[in-house]
């Protein structure tokens, strides 16, 4: 087994290899020869994969479903919350509960009072109690006093 046997499931196996490099310059036959090559990579079982490769390595045509223009468009970062931040003014609307928990984490790590974690992220005084025993434990485990 190695690292290209997906191509083995590639749905573009038994298609001619010419429609994923279209020949059109631009306008309406562009778009038809991007919307068949992309049709076949639609159902690709491997397209994911196919993607990963043709981002790193393939610069021309068609492949993993994108053109080579959509491919250089980066990637969605993943958002990093900044819990303290987020939980100055009471938590965020669409906070999830994790986040809230991590943001409580951070205030009680910042000596925040129970009570004032408690009222920040909107929860209740035992609630905030259970996450300060869990913080304690992370923490002694971790070696942290
Ligand atoms: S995603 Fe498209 S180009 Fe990539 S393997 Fe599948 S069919 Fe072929």
Do not use: H
Not at 7 to 26: G, K, Y
Request: net charge positive.
């Amino acid at each position: 087994m190695n690292g290209n046997d997906w191509m083995e499931r590639a749905a573009c196996r038994f298609e001619d290899p010419e429609i994923f490099f279209p020949t059109a310059e631009d306008g309406p036959a562009l778009d038809a020869q991007v919307a068949l090559a992309k049709s076949v990579c639609a159902r690709c079982v491997v397209r994911a994969e196919c993607l990963v490769e043709a981002r790193a390595r393939i610069p021309y045509g068609i492949a993993g479903g994108l053109t080579p223009e959509e491919r250089r468009i980066p990637r969605p970062r993943k958002t990093v919350v900044e819990p303290v931040v987020a939980l100055d003014d009471g938590p965020r609307p669409d906070a999830t509960r994790s986040e809230i928990q991590a943001a409580g984490r951070v205030l009680l790590a910042a000596g925040r009072t129970q009570q004032e974690v408690a009222r920040r992220c909107g929860v209740s005084a035992r609630t905030v109690a259970r996450w300060a025993t869990q913080f304690t434990d992370t923490s002694t485990t971790r070696g942290v006093a």
